[in-house]
């Protein structure tokens, strides 16, 4: 029902920026939180960041707070990572998910994007 597409990774050298995003599409979308998480080789998926739609709330992983932001533009279905400062250790795959509440919980996750942090 719901398809999500994440784009914006790169490389980007230590103390930089980049901006994710995700596009969400399909029938009779209504999202109640969509988060990013992250999963780097050989350690566990971790959320990275999260926005409930309904008032617009978020919550970050310690290790990004102050330097991610998460952020929705609900009229384009789209939410976005701003990542500044970003160091080595963010270095991971950063995928996309959305958590439906109605008609029973479902969850949707993206394909993933790459982001490397390397000087």
């Known amino acids: 029902q719901v398809e999500l597409v994440e784009s914006g990774g790169g490389l980007v050298k230590p103390g930089g920026s980049l901006r994710l995003s995700c596009a969400a599409s399909g029938t009779d979308i209504n999202i109640y939180t969509t988060s990013w998480y992250r999963q780097a080789p050989g350690k566990q998926r971790e959320l990275v960041a999260a926005?409930?739609?309904?008032?617009?709330?978020?919550d970050y992983a310690d290790s990004v707070k102050g330097r991610f932001t998460i952020s929705s533009d609900n009229a384009k279905n789209v939410v976005y990572l701003q990542m500044d400062s970003l160091e080595p250790e963010d270095t991971a795959v950063y995928y996309c998910h959305a958590y439906v509440a109605y008609g029973g919980p479902q969850n949707y996750w993206g394909q993933g994007t790459q982001v490397t942090v390397s000087s």
């Open positions: 926005i409930t739609h309904a008032d617009g709330s978020t």
